[in-house]
């Protein structure tokens, strides 16, 4: 089943990306595939049941894909898609300005 879109192209990236563990999920899997405890560690304050919620929201999105390997304990691994690392300079965006902004305040 598809979703229905917002007409407005800022809406559709906010909707896809639009709360700060996606964004921090981002930013970590643009430097490679992770493992799902490797993204818990690094984003820190997350819980598993909040991280899983947002992995799903992603691929299901079409921004990140999700393998299962048949081991145990079963491994995960996470990679984003061609769509998803097209968000990078966006996220290069947000990178300068917060440094641009941190400078400003301190």
């Known amino acids: 089943m598809e979703k229905k879109l917002p007409d407005c192209p800022v809406e559709i990236t906010l909707k896809l990306i639009g709360n700060r563990w996606k964004v921090l999920i981002m930013r ?3 430097t490679g595939t992770k ?8 984003i820190g304050d997350i819980t598993q049941k909040v991280l899983t919620s947002n992995l799903r929201d992603m ?3 079409g921004l990140l894909t999700r ?3 048949a ?3 079963p491994r995960v691994e996470y990679t984003l898609t061609e769509m998803g690392y097209s968000l990078k300079p966006i996220l290069d965006a ?3 300005w917060g440094l641009n902004y941190k400078k400003s305040i301190e």
């Open 28 to 30: 970590d899997l643009l």
């Open 35 to 42: 493992r799902f405890g490797e993204l818990k560690k690094s």
């Open 59 to 61: 691929e299901e999105s």
């Open 67 to 69: 393998k299962v390997y």
């Open 71 to 73: 081991e145990v304990p």
């Open 94 to 96: 947000m990178i300068d």
